[in-house]
Every structure is written in structure tokens, then in C-alpha cells.
């Protein structure tokens, strides 16, 4: 395992010296730098999209199937590095020019360091790595999402006024979903008189979940992927070209 | 009057939290022991893996990091006992980094239990770790899971194990449970799984996000959902074992009615200062 690692760390380095060659490289020449990626990225766009249309049983399915998801794999691995290489150098140059706050780099960089130390050391089943998971970790981003609900309580009070009609709607709409989520809810409910004996406040939840929450969110299902296929074809098409970095 | 509604609209923030403090820790320290009504997700959910058949293997889906485990963690750990019980084999999957330490996480607490110390890893269930890139470790699943996972979370190849023999894809496994944070999870088994594969596909969520998948459920291409920490409790009230989100749903109880307390008196205040201006 140690060997494993060890080869891995000199892979990565060799790696990473090829990447700022081929960068360097890529910074000198007009078409390694717009038109061949505008040509892979139209070609590859256009395979995929065909995929879609050959049955499942066809061969040339399976071979695009095959090639695309491999592909779209190693590349995701590579944008992984890429964003470690990011975070270790944008910390570092913090701490070196002690911007503001630049403690807390030296606590994330700390924190980054050793756990790869650890993982890498022992894997996934080392006491140390799985003691930082546990212990530090899980309780950590537990709290940071804990921490919304003082917050929402306090937001709510402020803001959830019945300003206007539109504003009122939403604040009962809110209630009775509130209401309808708690067995609570339910209990109270019923002590109302005359509509508590007549139906739960569960269902009326439920029924504004179903007709007038589901009708907004298939809206806007049916908007974004519209949205998602005119972008896609701005980028295919090389109108979109943003992805390419500042400088276009 | 003008006085302490003046008060109540200018209510420190710092009293708002000292009250969801006790909201939360009372009904920890003194359970209120609510009945738990199971709504037709739940239930739909539940049936999916009740309907199976002692050795069918299903793919659990830990799409989700800790900051959900509250809500996600309980509901997992009544799944998989659901499972254990049923004995369907379960292969775990994560299209989240932190999913497959959540998966062990979950699989670890319930080995601890007298009831399941008799399942074995590789036999009743395997972790298989995570793969970069969801969309297309969905949709490579669908041609080959070993292809896709050919090692399990800890190193060991994946076709070594007794539970994956004979898997190769979608076809081979009767159902999908992703249980589901964000983005990648319910959604992308929905529209690659169930929709190109026709594979069965169900799930639980957290609260906030379960209706970005009702119009799925309704178009019956999601079948059911456990949604946030009331479908854990209904899904532990099935199983019959209650555990952390019976006892959470108590607390999300009264915070519920000190949110809704909060909110009318604000507006309360709100209506009665305005009027005496």
C-alpha cells in the first residue's frame, strides 16, 4: 500500500509538471487555444446527443455509452486535482500576503494536509481518519446546518409579514405546511372548532404540496431544462465561449 | 399595549434563539410521544422494498454528506434494517464524496445490534465507494456496475464479492433507493435509471428538498419518497423500531409551533403598533 501511494505521489508530480507544460504551450498558439477545443467540444457534444437517438440494443450504443462515460470520468478526476491545486496555492498565497482572516487558511490548509496524510497512510479504514470523520468532520457540518434553524426562526420573525395579499397568502401557506409536517400540527388542529372535525391539517398540507407547489416546480422543471438545452447549444455551437477562461 | 408590542417588534434577536434552545432540548429531556401518521409516500416507499423477495439485491444510494445525516442517517438506518430483515442484499453506492463514510457510518451502527450480527460484508451488503461524476456513473451503471465500481470502497475488487455475483447492470437489480441531499441523487436515477432503463427507482430526501420530486412521483417514474424527518419516523414506525427520528420529530414538533407562535405575534404586533400610529 505504502509503495501504491508512493508511486501515486510521483505520478501526480510528473503530472502536474506535463499540465504547466502543455499550459505554457497552449498560451502560444491561437488554434491549440480556441479553435481545437471549440472542435472537441462540438464533436463530443454532437456524439452524445446522437447516443440518445440509437436504440439500446445497437452496438454503436453501447461503444459511444462506453467511451463517453470513461471520458467524462478521467476528466472529472482531473478538474479534482485541478480544484486541490487551486485551494492549496489560493491558501497559501493568503497566509504568505496575511490577507485578512489568513488564520483561518492556515487551520483549512492544517486540516487539508493531514487528513490526506492519514488517508493516503491508512485508507478509508485507519482509526485516525476515521476518528477525524467522526469526530470532527460529521459534528462540524452538522452544526454549520444546525445553526439555519436559530437563524431561520429569527429571519422568519422579522420578515414573514403579511405586507400585501401576495405576502399573507404565503404566510398561510406557510403555516399550514408548518402545521401539516407535525403530528402537533394535527393535534391542535382538531381542536379548532367546526373545520378541526372536518378535515387534517396534514392533508390541506399535502394538497397545497401536490396541486400548487408541484404545478410551480414542474414550471420550472420544463423552464431550466429548456434553459439547459439553449445553453448547451451556445456552447456546442461556440457562441457561448465563457468557459474558456477571461481572457475570451 | 403600544409599549410591549413596541417591545415585541424590537425583540432582540438573541431572545428568538434562547427560546428555540429550550424548543429544541425540553421535548429531548421530556419525550411528548406523538402518534406518527404514515403518509402514502412513506408507505409507497416502504412496499417498493417490502414487495421483494428474500435475496434480491438492491442499489442504496448514499447521496448525501453529514450536514444531512440528521435527517438522512435515521432514515437510512430503517431502510437498511428494513432490508436486513427482508433479506435483500444491499450494494451501496455514492454519488457524494462523503457518502460512502456515511454508508459505513450506517452499516457500522447497525452491526453493533444483536439482531443483524449475522450479516456478513460482501454476502448481505457491500460499500463500493464513489466514482467521479454522477450523470455518468448513473448512466455507466446501466451498461456495467463492476465497470463503473471494480473495486469496492476499501480496495477489493468488486466481482470477488458473493452478493455481486452475477450483477451486471440495471437489469440484474430490483430496485434503486437513493437517499438524497442535493442535485445529484433521486433526480439522476429518475431520468437515466427509470427512465432510459425502467428500472424501479424510490427514495427518501431531506424535508426542503422532497418537492423538487412530486412532479416525478406523480408522472409515477419515482416510486414513493420518505421525505425529511417525519418520513424517517414514519419509515422507523413501519419497521417498528424507533429511533433518532422518532425522537427528532418531537422536537421538530415544538419548534414548528414556536416558529408559527413567533411569526404571529410578529404580525400581531406588526397590525396593532400600525393601527395606533
Known amino acids: 500500500m505504502a509503495l501504491f501511494n508512493g508511486f501515486l505521489i510521483v505520478f501526480f508530480i510528473v503530472l502536474f509538471a506535463a499540465l504547466i507544460f502543455v499550459g505554457q504551450t497552449l498560451r502560444t498558439s491561437q488554434f491549440l487555444r480556441r479553435k481545437l477545443p471549440l472542435a472537441f467540444c462540438f464533436f463530443m457534444g454532437v456524439i452524445i446527443i446522437f447516443q440518445f437517438f440509437i436504440p439500446p440494443e445497437n452496438p454503436l450504443y453501447k461503444e459511444i455509452e462506453d467511451l463517453s462515460t470513461k471520458w467524462i470520468q478521467i476528466i472529472s478526476s482531473f478538474a479534482l486535482v485541478i480544484g486541490l491545486i487551486s485551494l492549496v496555492t489560493m491558501n497559501f498565497n493568503k497566509i504568505s500576503r496575511k490577507y485578512e482572516d489568513w488564520q483561518y487558511a492556515v487551520v483549512l490548509l492544517l486540516g487539508f494536509f493531514v487528513t490526506t496524510f492519514y488517508g493516503l497512510r491508512d485508507g478509508f479504514e485507519g482509526k485516525e481518519f476515521d476518528f477525524i470523520f467522526n469526530y470532527m468532520y460529521v459534528p462540524m457540518q452538522s452544526t454549520m446546518f444546525s445553526i439555519l434553524a436559530f437563524f431561520v426562526a429569527s429571519a422568519a420573525f422579522r420578515a414573514f409579514r403579511a405586507r400585501s395579499r401576495e405576502a399573507t397568502l404565503l404566510l398561510t401557506a406557510a403555516v399550514i405546511v408548518m402545521l401539516g409536517r407535525v403530528e402537533l400540527g394535527s393535534v391542535l388542529w382538531s381542536y379548532i372548532p367546526f373545520i378541526g372535525n372536518y378535515f387534517d391539517v396534514s392533508d390541506l398540507a399535502q394538497w397545497i404540496n401536490k396541486v400548487f407547489t408541484t404545478a410551480g416546480q414542474r414550471a420550472i422543471l420544463l423552464g431550466a431544462s429548456l434553459g439547459y438545452i439553449a445553453a448547451s447549444f451556445k456552447i456546442l455551437l461556440g457562441i457561448e465561449r465563457s468557459y474558456f477562461g477571461s481572457e475570451e | ?277
Open chain 2, 1 to 277: 399595549m403600544k409599549a410591549f408590542f413596541t417591545i415585541i417588534n424590537n425583540l432582540d434577536r438573541r431572545i428568538i434563539f434562547l427560546a428555540m434552545v429550550v424548543a429544541v432540548i425540553w421535548p429531548l429531556v421530556t419525550p411528548l410521544a406523538l402518534p406518527v401518521q404514515i403518509t402514502p409516500n412513506t408507505q409507497s416507499s416502504y412496499d417498493v422494498i417490502e414487495k421483494l423477495n428474500p435475496g434480491d439485491r438492491i442499489i442504496l444510494s448514499f447521496d448525501y454528506d453529514p450536514a444531512s445525516s440528521p435527517e438522512l442517517q435515521p432514515m437510512a438506518k430503517a431502510v437498511m434494517t428494513h432490508c436486513y430483515r427482508k433479506d435483500v442484499k444491499m450494494i451501496a453506492v455514492a454519488l457524494w464524496p462523503q457518502g460512502p463514510m456515511m454508508a459505513k457510518k450506517a452499516f457500522e451502527s447497525l452491526a453493533g445490534e444483536a439482531e443483524f450480527s449475522g450479516k456478513k460484508y460482501g454476502v448481505d451488503f457491500v460499500n463500493l465507494g464513489v466514482q467521479p461524476s454522477y450523470v455518468a456513473v448513473v448512466k455507466g451503471m446501466g451498461d456495467s456496475i463492476p465497470g463503473v465500481f471494480p473495486t469496492d470502497f476499501f480496495g477489493s475488487k468488486t466481482t470477488d464479492f458473493a452478493i455481486m455475483k452475477g450483477i451486471k447492470n440495471y437489469r440484474d437489480v430490483a430496485a434503486i433507493f437513493s437517499l438524497t441531499t442535493g442535485s445529484a441523487g433521486i433526480g439522476t436515477y429518475v431520468t437515466i435509471a427509470n427512465a432510459q432503463y425502467k428500472t424501479t427507482v424510490t427514495g427518501g430526501c431531506t424535508a426542503i428538498s422532497s418537492l423538487e420530486y412530486y412532479p416525478y412521483l406523480q408522472s409515477k417514474q419515482l416510486s414513493g419518497l420518505v421525505e425529511g424527518l417525519k418520513g424517517a419516523s414514519e419509515y422507523e414506525r413501519l419497521v417498528k423500531k424507533p429511533g433518532l427520528a422518532t425522537a427528532g420529530m418531537d422536537v421538530q414538533a415544538v419548534v414548528h409551533m414556536m416558529l408559527i407562535f413567533f411569526i404571529l405575534l410578529a404580525n400581531l404586533s406588526q397590525a396593532i403598533a400600525g393601527k395606533q400610529k
